[in-house]
T-cell receptor
Framework: KQEVTQIPAALSVPEGENLVLNCSFTDSAIYNLQWFRQDPGKGLTSLLLIQSSQREQTSGRLNASLDKSSGRSTLYIAASQPGDSATYLCAVVTTDSWGKFQFGAGTQVVVTP | DTEVTQTPKHLVMGMTNKKSLKCEQHMGHRAMYWYKQKAKKPPELMFVYSYEKLSINESVPSRFSPECPNSSLLNLHLHALQPEDSALYLC????????????FGSGTQLSVL
């Protein structure tokens, strides 16, 4: 069974610092890995999707890398802003479990002004 | 239109009530999902519909009854719920394929008294 872990569970950084969020998974037979942002009491907003054949994806200040062989993905957020404060979750779907996105528990980020 | 719309946003119900949660998307996605999320926990998959047919049921109690009347709508009928069913209920949609990106609604915050 696929297990997804996100460390650390919480992170606090001063504004302007770069954020590095980690996601690890146990089964490397994945279709893709997706990063989400969630604000308190709200739904999830998709940030980036990395297909299994890709090594990284970029969107603005966000960059996500994928290393399937080691079962790891990293989300980098450059020059953090207070508006980046949220919980960030990663999710993977394995090739034998279509539709069953397996989520990590998330990293709660606070960016202080 | 890249939105998934959920109604109502908040719902309070007694244990003997019957209520329904509604979800709508107009992105042409043929997969639709119900997730349950408790505070500070990751979303848990409940049901997946593919081409309007139930394809995944994660052993959810029968007091939760999903319905997909057409390709744009997804309902979750609730009956005789327990206080422990209080949670944020999230609807999501995606294309059907190997690299589907999940789009979430903002959720219904349900309280069972």
């Amino acid at each position: 069974k696929q297990e997804v872990t996100q460390i650390p569970a919480a992170l606090s950084v001063p504004e302007g610092e770069n954020l590095v969020l980690n996601c690890s998974f146990t089964d490397s037979a994945i279709y893709n890995l997706q990063w989400f942002r969630q604000d308190p009491g709200k739904g999830l907003t998709s940030l980036l999707l990395i297909q299994s054949s890709q090594r990284e994806q970029t969107s603005g200040r966000l960059n996500a890398s994928l290393d399937k062989s080691s079962g790891r993905s990293t989300l980098y957020i450059a020059a953090s802003q207070p508006g980046d404060s949220a919980t960030y979750l990663c999710a993977v779907v394995t090739t034998d479990s279509w539709g069953k996105f397996q989520f990590g528990a998330g990293t709660q980020v606070v960016v202080t002004p | 239109d890249t939105e998934v719309t959920q109604t109502p946003k908040h719902l309070v119900m007694g244990m003997t009530n019957k209520k329904s949660l509604k979800c709508e998307q107009h992105m042409g996605h043929r997969a639709m999902y119900w997730y349950k999320q408790k505070a500070k926990k990751p979303p848990e998959l409940m049901f997946v519909y593919s081409y309007e047919k139930l394809s995944i049921n994660e052993s959810v109690p029968s007091r939760f009854s999903p319905e997909c009347p057409n390709s744009s709508l997804l309902n979750l009928h609730l009956h005789a719920l327990q206080p422990e069913d209080s949670a944020l209920y999230l609807c999501a949609s995606s294309p059907v394929g190997d690299n589907e990106k999940l789009f979430f609604g903002s959720g219904t915050q349900l309280s069972v008294l």
